[in-house]
């Protein structure tokens, strides 16, 4: 049975591997960037934002069965934690009555192994609060800083968008209507995004030095593309809140075999 998809960051990497596995398959897909897409829309503005939305329900006739967020950049700069956080949340929730007309809605976001990196805390509770005007100013007074400092809005971004996904997934808007929530993590994927970085010797060196692949090194878009649609698939009846990191095993060389003894008796 065909189902109709909303992808963003629809035209390069990540999102345009998914939207041609999806229309492969034979579904619908309504694809959501800058450029190359049924749906040209700014997701770093407010405005932005909206009118994706009301383009998006308009195309899909008010029903989506799905929505994938894949937009996002990684540069040192507050555009990031627009993109990254407020991109997908506030249209995630702009698109959630599209949602509620389907019989088995399914929501995947892409989050990013650099959700466990050294990020800002004051910038992670500004974005939770929604307050996007408090966090671009805590992300351009690093970026001010030079680049590496800026970083940090980067992991910051996908930190918060990752406890999004914890808190909403459980709440009656989204769990109680029947549409489960769900993040993935990628390790190093093959992308436009990673291309220069990993075009050096050095540049290899460093990247595999904060996440480290052993398990088949980096990956191509395909393996995160495949889990992403499993989760909006009608399959996906009862995974919600879960940050699942497709990573060739970077999570578990860096945070080890125990991340359960947090709850245990001292």
Known sequence: MSRTYVVTGSASGIGATTTRLLRERGDRVIGIDLRDAEVEADLSAPQGRADAAAKT??????????????????????????INYFGVT???????????????????????????????????????????????????????????????????????????????????????????????????VLTPMTEKLLSTPEGVKMVDAAVPMPLNSHQPPESIAHLLIWLTSVENTHMAGQIIYDDGGADATLRGDDIWSWNDPR
Do not use: H
């Not at 971004?157 to 769900?182: D, H, M, Q, T």
């Open 90 to 188: 506030e249209l995630l929730e702009a698109l959630r009555p599209g949602l509620l007309a389907s019989d088995a809605p399914r929501v995947a976001v892409v989050s990013s192994m650099a959700s466990l990196q050294p990020n800002s805390a004051e910038m992670v509770e500004a974005a939770l609060a929604g307050d996007e005007e408090r966090a671009t100013r805590i992300a351009a007074d690093l970026a001010a800083q030079g680049p590496e400092t800026g970083y940090l809005v980067y992991p910051s971004s996908k930190r918060a968008l990752a406890r999004w996904v914890r808190r909403v997934s459980i709440a009656p808007e989204w769990a109680g209507s029947g549409i489960p929530v769900n993040g993935v993590a990628p390790g190093t």
């Open 57 to 82: 329900l308009q195309l899909a006739d008010g029903a989506i069965d799905a929505v994938i967020a894949c937009a996002g950049i990684s540069a040192p700069i507050p555009a990031t934690i627009s």
